[in-house]
């Protein structure tokens, strides 16, 4: 199954082109489904349907579903006061009733990944088309899985889970109780949701489209979107510039000829980095299938949006190992890189990642970093006391 994950600045139109997208590939002949946690349904108000918890259709072989954050929320939390009973009993705690539970900041965004690994792995569609939050919020949403992971790695390494056996006898000789055996089956089961959820983004059949504006900060708004995606090994396969006004109309003298220009002009601009796809301004809010099919936004089978960060061997000739990654749009200056055990701590703009080093590079020291033509390269001299010494 193909998944086509849709993000975009806040206000770019990225719903209306998620639903267009969908129902272009439903037309097609594609079993699309369309999933979206934005709170107001704008999706479905796109589509001219109510969506909710329950998937609908809105058109041939197009489904449109909105996940209920609550009901997942108060579910998830019910089985954990069950499993919990005896701390809580221990720690004098009364429980909450599901009435009473209101879901959290980030439910939506829960939900959402929960209802994409599901999707993916039932395998009852052709295409997936994803309409992600605004980019920073998509960008934290994407990391979402690799950094909970980290956390129960680091909280719960799964090789103490060796000592089970051992731990009544382990915890008398602390003086303090272990963790219980249900905390492990929980993060195990956590961790592989979670990896299920980093597959269907790593798939080679799953690619992000950044959807934009041509208009006033709109160049920095891609520059940043496709800094922060890099970050994490991705790049957009399509750029949309939407809402694009009628050169047509812009003759000398008309209101239109100096938005429409500056519109070209970084509609130009996005060309030499991005393949950009053009979708017109309808001259209202599309409503429902028939505006969202006059807006013709192109389904395009894109390629992978995973990039790879490759080693490169130079120990021959400058006894080094170089590791590149490409950072397209990052500035020198806005750069910063701390080494920390066997993870490397990367922070581009107002962006961060901590990414295990490759296997090869931890028994290195770190010898120098540079940017190069939107590519870091950091260069690793190896440890003469962890390294294998010829005889």
Not at 43 to 72: F, H
Not at 105 to 134: K, T
């Amino acid at each position: 199954m193909r998944t086509i994950l849709i993000t975009g600045p806040g206000g770019s139109g990225r719903t209306t082109v998620a639903a267009a997208t969908a129902l272009a590939a439903a037309a097609d002949g594609a079993r699309t489904l369309v999933l979206s946690a934005d709170r107001t349904d704008t999706l479905g108000a796109a589509l001219g349907v109510r969506t909710g918890a329950a998937p609908v259709e809105a058109a041939p072989r197009l489904t449109a579903w909105r996940p209920d954050a609550a009901t997942g929320f108060r579910d998830d939390l019910a089985a954990f006061q069950e499993r919990a009973t005896g701390a809580l009993d221990l720690l004098g705690a009364s429980r909450l009733d599901p009435e009473e539970v209101t879901p959290l900041p980030g439910a939506e965004e829960l939900a959402l990944l929960r209802a994409l690994r599901d999707a993916a792995l039932a395998e009852a569609h052709d295409l997936l088309v994803v309409d992600l939050p605004a980019t920073p919020h998509a960008l934290a949403l994407l990391s979402l899985p690799e950094e909970l992971r980290r956390y129960l790695r680091r909280l719960l390494p799964p090789e103490r889970q060796a000592a089970r056996a051992l731990r009544p006898v382990l915890g008398r000789l602390a003086g303090v109780p272990m963790p219980a055996e249900w905390l492990y089956e929980t993060a195990a089961r956590w961790d592989l949701e979670l990896a299920a959820v980093e597959a269907v983004v790593a798939d080679r059949d799953t690619v992000v489209r950044l959807v934009a504006e041509p208009g006033p900060g709109g160049a920095d708004a891609v520059r940043d979107a496709g800094l922060g995606l890099a970050l994490r090994g991705l790049r957009p396969d399509v750029l949309i510039a939407n809402r694009l006004l009628p050169e047509a109309e812009a003759g000398p003298g008309s209101w239109l000829a100096g938005p429409v220009a500056h519109q070209r002009k970084v509609t130009d601009e996005w060309s030499g980095a991005h393949d950009v796809r053009d979708v017109a301004h309808l001259g209202h809010d599309p409503r429902g299938t028939d505006d969202l099919a006059a807006l013709a936004v192109p389904v395009v089978n894109g390629t992978s949006s995973t990039v790879e960060w490759p080693v490169t061997d130079r120990l021959a000739d400058d006894g080094v190992l170089v590791w590149h990654i490409p950072l397209p749009g990052a500035h020198r200056d806005e750069l910063d890189l701390i080494r920390r055990g066997d993870e490397l701590v990367l922070e581009a703009g107002q962006f961060r990642r901590i990414v295990p080093l490759p296997s090869v590079l931890r028994r290195c020291t770190v010898d120098g970093a540079a940017l190069r033509d939107g590519e870091l390269r950091i260069r690793f001299a190896p440890d003469p006391g962890l390294w294998p010494r010829a005889r």
